[in-house]
């Protein structure tokens, strides 16, 4: 684990609050459990969570998300999907769990943060995971994308993520050097919901990527999550 100090800069603030959905939601069919690795190409000690969180992503239930840091880019290798933002957002997540910002370090459903090679400890916290009262879909048709979302008396925020469901890297400097480094659900693109309803309907997904929707509490705490993976070709 590499541990990273907190990082000068504003922090990330959660979007700002939608109007609360009507009533409260009920559980039905399988609760997700939402793994959000933070991770970086730049760090030795990120491959085998990056393992972990592809192996754990086959798994029903399990929604897997890789977050690219960029705060390892100025040690010798620059990671082609690191984002700034999503270092900010890395920065949010350990304000409310009162934890460090370090890679490789995985949130589990917006509440729990642990080692993220830790597999003993990462399996724990999926047991000992809160199932996300809101369920919510989505569905891929002729001109985008389309979300149901349960009504919920809570006030949420929502976000649609795209990510890679896989690629191979070649390193050539920095602390993996040599090795080509296979890595899982890479987040590359974020849009904001800015108005919550309970059906959407949202951009279409660039070919060969998946898509995420999170939703999550005024504490980040995943309350809703759903995912839509590659379209077949």
């Keep these: 684990m590499h541990r990273r100090g ?15 959905l009507i009533a409260s939601a009920a559980q039905t069919g ?14 030795s000690s990120c491959p085998p969570a990056d393992a972990l969180l592809g192996e754990l992503a086959r798994q029903p239930g399990i ?5 690219h840091v960029d705060y390892w880019n100025s040690l010798g ?3 082609p999907y690191a984002k700034s933002e999503w270092t ?3 920065k949010v997540y350990a304000k409310h769990l009162k934890g460090e910002v370090y890679t490789p ?25 809160t199932p996300p009262p809101v369920t919510a879909t989505l569905r891929r048709g002729p001109s985008g994308l389309t979300a149901e979302i349960m009504a919920t008396s809570l006030p949420v925020t929502g976000i649609l993520v795209t990510y890679d469901p896989e690629q191979s890297t ?5 602390e993996n050097q040599g090795r080509r480094l296979n890595e899982y659900r890479i987040v590359r693109d974020v849009s904001v919901l800015e108005h919550l309803e309970t059906r959407l309907s949202l951009p279409p997904v660039p070919d060969g990527r998946g898509a995420v929707l999170l939703i999550q509490d005024a504490s980040w705490r995943v309350v809703g999550a759903a995912d839509l993976p590659p379209a077949r070709v």
């Design 88 to 90: 900010e957002r890395q």
């Design 30 to 43: 399988v609760a997700p459990v939402v793994l959000e690795l933070f991770t970086s190409q730049g760090c």
């Design 6 to 20: 907190f990082l000068t800069g504003s922090l990330l603030l959660p979007p700002l609050m939608a109007p609360p």
């Design 105 to 129: 370090a995985l949130i589990v459903n917006g509440s729990a943060l642990v080692i993220g090679s830790d597999d003993a400890a990462v399996r724990r916290a999926i047991g000992q995971a």
């Design 170 to 174: 070649p390193v050539g400097a920095g």
């Design 63 to 67: 929604i897997a998300l890789a977050w």
């Design 77 to 79: 290798w620059r990671d």
